[in-house]
DNA sequence: CGATGACTTGACTTCGCTCAAAGACAGTGG
DNA sequence: CCACTGTCTTTGAGCGAAGTCAAGTCATCG
């Protein structure tokens, strides 16, 4: 009996459900601020239909910084990370993606990230000039790409907020709890850490080395238990949530 | 004679040429890489009528963090600042915004950062309801607050980049080329700094005295020159690129 | 089983933060 | 017009936390 991968949800192929885009939209909603998915039935037709489907195993360049870009993505299934490589040599790692996630966004007709696989990918291809086209036929869709791109804003303006805090047992709790909740949307009770140690480093802003012993102190403390190298239990919730509020 | 302060581009009152919204779109344009005007005469008619202008004076909060949301604004002249206080009592400045720069994008009914104004600032007010109306008469409109929101969420991502640098100088001096921007769009040869030290050192992640000692280290080192306190000339262009671009 | 790469651990250095105090500036009222 | 005062800014001394360098451990794959 294989164990499924904790990153996976499940599906055998591409569902009729997808293209999906999740996002908390701009009102008020009657499921509160939790995020919801954006696109109906009929949307996600029409989308597929403009949509190349894309099987990518891990490790896997889905395109580089500076190259020509005609497309946009929208994740089906599996965990991508967006960085860019600076002139000190130091790689930032701007954003892991996970399903039902959107990225590919461009400035000047040229990619700015390069954004590679981590886990095995189910990607949904849209090329730009049919996007937009069908932008112009169905403002609704539009709006809830619109809504979806500023979700991704709150979600990088966080990520400054943990680049800015000090601590660096503080800044891994926080993303430990952006992948907390992607793993609970799963319906796993345990953080799965597909990512690499230096990966959560250049994530953080921090040495790997740093990632190591914050890991350790979080653990000595009582706050969490690491299993292997890929899954996370928080122990005490309660600290765990102070911590990572702390900001 | 009085002498137009630095953040003024001289226009005496709500010219014809608002709202205005900037950015650099999608697509390779003409204009290379360069921020351009999003918005037609047209598309500028139909915002202004769907807007409220409103006048405020320095150090006024537009909104606060939470409050019920339901309305985007556009910066028609002048300076603010977007900033949440966090749990352990820093302040975390997101952004500076400026003339053509959209702001108040909000969750689920409310806004998560509080708004205040640096220097009298002339706004457009404009409803959210109103405007997701004449996006459903007008694709090509919400297609260009698409734009201008991806524009947006780089310059976010620009900052994780700003704070992730180790030194304080190349930080400040990431900060100056922003402003640097700001100043020659306006037609000024030296940088404008409208905002606090204690601003600038909330923008950066740093401690005040550590932008002030960035500042004297910058200056000693013959890059830049302070003026004052709200005005700075680089001197050697070479080396402030250098130190700006290090990342 | 050996080799390669990822991860961890330890010792030392560096840089920004904290605390404390002096110095510059702007708005106020005499 | 000028002195006053509160605020913002700068400067200095000491501390703490993360970075760097180096070495050791573990896991995975051929």
């Given at each position: 009996?294989?164990?499924?991968?904790?990153?996976?949800?499940?599906?055998?192929?591409?569902?009729?459900?997808?293209?999906?885009?999740?996002?908390?939209?701009?009102?008020?909603?009657?499921?509160?601020?939790?995020?919801?998915?954006?696109?109906?039935?009929?949307?996600?037709?029409?989308?597929?239909?403009?949509?190349?489907?894309?099987?990518?195993?891990?490790?896997?360049?889905?395109?580089?910084a500076?190259?020509?870009?005609d497309?946009?993505?929208?994740?089906?299934?599996?965990?991508?990370?967006?960085?860019?490589?600076?002139?000190?040599?130091?790689?930032r790692?701007?954003?892991?993606?996970?399903?039902?996630?959107?990225?590919?966004?461009?400035?000047?007709?040229?990619?700015?990230?390069?954004?590679?696989?981590?886990?095995?990918?189910?990607?949904?291809?849209?090329?730009?000039?049919?996007?937009?086209?069908?932008?112009?036929?169905?403002?609704?869709?539009?709006?809830?790409?619109?809504?979806?791109?500023?979700?991704?804003?709150?979600?990088?303006q966080?990520?400054?907020?943990?680049?800015?805090?000090?601590?660096?047992?503080?800044?891994?709790?926080?993303?430990?709890?952006?992948?907390?909740?992607?793993?609970l949307?799963?319906?796993?009770?345990?953080?799965?850490?597909?990512?690499?140690?230096?990966?959560?480093?250049?994530?953080?802003g921090?040495?790997?080395?740093?990632?190591?012993?914050?890991?350790?102190?979080?653990?000595?403390?009582?706050?969490?238990?690491?299993?292997?190298?890929?899954?996370?239990?928080?122990?005490?919730?309660?600290?765990?949530?102070?911590?990572?509020?702390?900001?």
């Amino acid at each position: 009996m294989s164990k499924q991968p904790a990153w996976s949800n499940g599906t055998d192929a591409a569902s009729p459900r997808e293209p999906a885009l999740v996002a908390i939209p701009f009102l008020k909603e009657a499921s509160g601020s939790d995020p919801v998915e954006l696109l109906s039935d009929a949307q996600r037709e029409k989308l597929v239909r403009l949509a190349t489907v894309r099987e990518l195993p891990a490790r896997t360049v889905v395109y580089r910084a500076g190259s020509p870009a005609d497309s946009v993505f929208i994740i089906g299934e599996g965990v991508v990370k967006s960085y860019r490589d600076l002139a000190s040599g130091r790689r930032r790692i701007a954003a892991f993606f996970f399903a039902r996630d959107l990225f590919g966004l461009a400035e000047a007709g040229y990619y700015v990230n390069t954004v590679q696989t981590i886990t095995p990918v189910r990607l949904y291809d849209i090329k730009f000039d049919a996007l937009t086209a069908l932008f112009k036929r169905e403002p609704d869709i539009e709006l809830q790409f619109l809504c979806k791109v500023v979700h991704v804003l709150r979600e990088v303006q966080h990520h400054t907020i943990i680049i800015g805090r000090r601590d660096a047992a503080g800044r891994l709790a926080m993303l430990l709890r952006l992948l907390q909740k992607q793993s609970l949307a799963q319906g796993h009770r345990d953080i799965a850490l597909p990512m690499s140690r230096s990966d959560i480093a250049n994530y953080l802003g921090l040495s790997p080395e740093a990632v190591s012993r914050a890991s350790r102190r979080l653990e000595r403390q009582g706050i969490v238990e690491f299993h292997g190298r890929g899954e996370v239990r928080v122990i005490d919730r309660q600290r765990f949530a102070a911590i990572a509020a702390a900001a």
